[in-house]
């Protein structure tokens, strides 16, 4: 009406409208009564607009409900109404509903606790819908949190049966060619080959044209020829030649844990494995396009992030197919790796391709494992088998580095190590899932993980915590330690976040003894310096390499030190040791449970570790350290695994120290078992230390050195 008498509607400065019609006085709009449940149900008329809202008659039974029903109604409604046009939040229905909603459990908690709701029927459909209210929680929650990455650099130590399951018996790879071939020109059609072909059309072509026979008599004969020469053994030179044109599929199905090509994965790695030469020295620097036609972002994807860190500072990748690489002269210009392409008898063609170049070393083998590249057909080529672990070492800049042919290409170099272990086929462990009867479970005299559980790692627990440190330290929960003293999550909790105060008396000694009143910031603020200090010194930086940004500790990893160095290490070890033991549904189940979840706590415990790490001396590094556990070691323990280890893997944080007499004084009466630790330096494996907690600890007298989750300490000996 406003538009069609001409009127201008617009803001006063105080926040009114105002409407001006022409040049005469101005007025404030009338604003309209609020519309509240009070209005609707007192109204005259309430039941006329009853009626209309229900589409039908109000019985006197549904008036009489009204009338029972209307006051908490109206007050519940008005409350959330107004909490909403106070706050203005941006989806107001969702606001109103989660006030109403608390309001509800309120009422439902008062009732539950007061014993009104005496129905069983009544519990259980509370406790449904509160499961479900959670869970729905949970996945908006885990939706709204960046999730941070680690890239499982320790899946290399995974054999192909953890993958593929055990290697087919009666079965070769000469039995998936078909299959293989298929899937090959999928990925790159050759020009034979007409991609809009149905599966049918490509598997007759197959069975025509590329049957084993006729490819190897027409394209890869030459190359097993050249192999034997190189003193290859005639079966694994034919195995190789043949299936390293296929290594795109072997790769997809590696990747996807599918078994379709376990026979020819099995035979790969072993051809590889078998055409080593061990006795000579490693070769040269071999060299790969990282991008582009043939590049090794076409072998596996997760090449193209080689460069980018994950949360814990790692640089690089396990790669699931045959990664080549090769030092030939020709193969380098100004403008970067000089693709080599060459069409039947024509001359070869070199095509330049505009990428970062990737500089493989090889290096002697050592008890982690090889590191050369296995030569192929040259002295200039080789390769490196499916599950290569590497690890980014360096970054050259274009034009800062020589080529094999003196040239300095103008692509940046990106130089990684590699490390992969032997092909094994025990189709009696590991690949298999070994089932415990009814009647009769294996032994377990001692509560240690084994390899797989080193691998799988804890990124699942650590990622997306639904709780915040502060939330999981603020439950109720009491336990007790191996002399009966009992203790408090809130009561530890709190002592942390205030001054401290030495105790004598407590079971581990004397509480802060040096440490009386020390708040939480003046710890960060001392650790931080000596951060700072050590960080300066290069010699003490071979450990974990961080973002200088990220090298200081924060508050809440102080706070996790603090809190684990005292008695609250029980139950935030039993949460991992329970996790460790679960899979699947259960084990996420169990993880973002709010009553039992110390995620965030064990996240800033990780990342306070790594940082204290990364600090450590050579000399610290290399230091014997020592822990006691109660029991005895199984006979089973001492026999090597698929890989020919000898391991435990302990599931929680494992706490050593570096004074022998401390882990005795903690070994009851009986049988006790004494590991002696020998640290090392990193690996591109993993951390081989633990970080010195000294001077956050709460009893700083057991100079205990804490390291990560799911360590895997390995067996040399033993003294009995």
Not at 68 to 76: D, F, G, K, W, Y
Not at 153 to 174: H, M, V
Not at 598 to 626: D, N, Q
Not at 699 to 719: D, I, K
């Amino acid at each position: 009406r406003r538009a069609a008498h001409g009127r201008a509607a617009h803001r006063h400065p105080g926040g009114g409208r105002r409407c001006r019609e022409g040049g005469g006085p101005q007025r404030r709009l009338a604003r309209s009564p609020r519309l509240t449940c009070r209005n609707f149900t007192r109204s005259p008329h309430g039941t006329d607009k009853m009626r209309q809202f229900l589409g039908r008659p109000v019985s006197q039974d549904v008036a009489a409900y009204l009338d029972a029903q209307r006051v908490p109604l109206e007050t519940s409604i008005q409350e959330a109404i107004n909490h909403v046009l106070e706050q203005q939040p941006p989806d107001a229905v969702q606001e109103v509903a989660l006030r109403l909603l608390k309001g509800r459990e309120q009422n439902v908690l008062a009732a539950v606790k007061c014993d009104s709701i005496g129905d069983a029927e009544q519990l259980r459909v509370i406790i449904h819908h509160a499961q479900r209210i959670i869970s729905e929680s949970r996945s908006a929650l885990r939706a709204s949190l960046p999730r941070g990455t680690a890239k499982e650099r320790s899946r290399y130590l995974e054999t192909l049966a953890d993958c593929l399951g055990p290697k087919p018996k009666g079965k070769t790879w000469e039995d998936e060619w078909e299959s293989l071939r298929c899937e090959s020109h999928r990925i790159s059609p050759g020009k034979d080959v007409d991609p809009s072909w149905s599966d049918a059309q490509l598997l007759e072509y197959v069975r025509t044209h590329n049957t084993v026979q006729a490819f190897q008599s027409r394209f890869r004969q030459g190359s097993v020829d050249t192999l034997m020469r190189r003193e290859w053994p005639e079966e694994a030179a034919r195995t190789y030649a043949m299936l390293s044109v296929c290594s795109g599929p072997i790769a997809r199905a590696l990747q996807e844990r599918d078994a379709c090509y376990a026979a020819s994965t099995y035979a790969l790695c072993q051809s590889l494995w078998d055409g080593r030469r061990t006795e000579e020295p490693p070769p040269p620097m071999l060299y790969r396009h990282l991008q582009g036609k043939m590049g090794l972002t076409e072998i596996d994807p997760g090449w193209s992030e080689l460069t980018i860190p994950d949360i814990h500072g790692f640089c690089g990748l396990v790669s699931n197919g045959i990664t080549p690489g090769d030092c030939d002269p020709l193969n380098f210009g100004v403008g970067g790796y000089m693709r080599r392409f060459q069409r039947g008898t024509d001359p070869p063609e070199y095509i330049v391709e505009n990428s970062d170049i990737v500089g493989f070393i090889s290096s002697a083998s050592d008890e982690l494992g090889a590191h050369s590249a296995v030569l192929t057909y040259t002295d200039y080529t080789g390769a490196f088998p499916p599950k290569t672990l590497f690890r980014l070492q360096r970054i050259i800049p274009p034009g800062e580095w020589m080529a094999p042919n003196g040239v300095y290409p103008l692509q940046r170099l990106l130089v990684v190590t590699a490390t992969y272990m032997p092909p094994r086929c025990n189709n009696t462990r590991g690949g298999g899932t070994e089932v415990n009867g009814k009647m009769c479970a294996r032994v377990t005299t001692l509560s240690y993980g084994s390899r797989a559980d080193y691998i799988r790692g804890l990124n699942d627990v650590i990622a997306q915590p639904v709780l915040t440190m502060e939330q999981e330290c603020g439950r109720q929960m009491e336990w007790q330690d191996q002399k009966g003293v009992r203790y408090s999550l809130q009561r530890e909790w709190a002592y942390i976040n205030g001054p401290a105060e030495p105790k004598e008396g407590c079971t581990a000694g004397t509480r802060d003894a040096r440490n009386r009143g020390k708040l939480p910031s003046d710890f960060q603020a001392q650790t931080n310096a000596f951060i700072r200090e050590r960080s300066a010194d290069a010699t003490t930086r071979h450990c974990v390499v961080l973002d200088p940004s990220r090298m200081e500790m924060n508050l809440e990893e102080v706070l996790a030190i603090r809190l684990y160095s005292g008695p609250a290490y029980q139950p935030i070890n039993e949460f991992l040791r329970q996790v460790s033991r679960l899979s699947g549904a259960f084990r996420e189940e169990l993880i973002h449970h709010p009553g039992l979840t110390f995620s965030a706590t064990v996240g800033h415990l990780c990342s306070g570790i790594r940082k204290l790490s990364a600090i450590t001396s050579e000399e610290e590094a290399t230091r014997p350290l020592f822990r006691g556990v109660r029991g005895e070691l199984p006979h089973e323990f001492w026999h090597p695994d698929e890989q020919g280890i000898v391991c435990a893997v302990d599931m929680a944080f494992m706490s050593t120290s570096k004074n022998r007499s401390t882990p005795l004084g903690y070994m009851g009466e009986g049988k006790n078992v004494l590991w002696e630790l020998e640290p090392v330096q990193e690996s591109d494996g993993g951390l081989h230390i633990g970080a010195d907690i000294s001077a956050l600890s709460q009893f700083e007298a057991e100079e205990e050195m804490y390291s990560h989750t799911e360590s895997n300490p390995v067996a040399r000996n033993r003294t009995m």
